[in-house]
């Protein structure tokens, strides 16, 4: 499975600022998907980066908060904008690789944010 | 309804007993599943995918039921090193993009 390297893995910021999170993998991927995890919560789909178009966001995440930039087909930069307390949360790189007749995820160490 | 549902638990079971967790979900075009293990302050990691004969890997075994549409997960002989939380995932592609949602996840707690 793809090795990623996540960057930072924690951070504690100050409300109204920007936090860029950013993600290599060891191999050239199509797609790489941003995800959210709210404390004891499960993963919620913020974008999907395609390389070389604009990325696709889930519904309630919108491009001015979350701006993905994907420059090339082994890294991707999720910014989280103008931050708030709620912005507090887990944030995770992934990419689908197809092994066989399987598709598998693998994700990012995470990023735990904590805006004060 | 969730697209996704899963009993959050927490399982807490001995040592060496067998647990099983059930998870449904609501796409019936849903085309791929999967479990996958989440530590504590860890990222997810996959566990195995489920196929639609059911498959088994060591103390692990997994089954879809598509009728039903449940997929289920078995451990035998539990360990201490089994307690994790336990996520279940349901791949939709359609038209070339991919869609995996999460379950909110099971945990277990192996006690000794």
């Known amino acids: 499975s793809a090795v990623i390297s996540q960057k930072p893995s924690r951070d504690i910021c100050q409300r109204g600022t920007s936090l860029t999170i950013q993600c290599q993998v060891d191999?050239?991927?199509?797609?790489m998907f941003w995800y959210r995890q709210q404390p004891g919560q499960s993963l919620t789909l913020i974008a999907t980066a395609n390389q070389g178009s604009e990325a696709t966001y889930e519904s309630g995440f919108v491009i001015d908060k979350f701006p993905i930039s994907r420059p090339n087909l082994t890294f991707s930069t999720l910014t989280v904008s103008n931050m708030s307390p709620e912005d507090s949360s887990i944030y995770l790189c992934s990419v689908v690789r197809l092994r066989g007749s399987n598709y598998g995820y693998t994700f990012g160490s995470g990023t735990r944010l904590t805006v004060v | 309804r969730k697209e996704v549902e899963q009993d959050p638990g927490p399982f807490n079971v001995p040592e060496g007993a067998t647990v099983a967790f059930n998870c449904t979900y609501s796409n019936s075009a849903s085309q791929s599943f999967f479990w996958y293990r989440q530590d504590c302050r860890k990222e997810p990691k996959l566990l195995m995918s489920?196929?639609?004969s059911g498959n088994e890997d060591g103390r692990f075994t997994a089954q879809l039921n598509r009728a039903s549409q449940y997929i289920s997960l078995l451990i035998r002989d539990s360990k201490l090193s089994d307690s994790a939380t336990y996520l279940c995932?349901?791949?939709?592609?359609?038209?070339?993009?991919?869609?995996?949602?999460f379950g909110t996840g099971t945990r277990l707690k192996v006690l000794a």
């Open positions: 489920v196929y639609s």
């Open positions: 995932v349901v791949n939709i592609e359609s038209a070339g993009t991919y869609k995996y949602i």
């Open positions: 191999s050239q991927v199509t797609m």
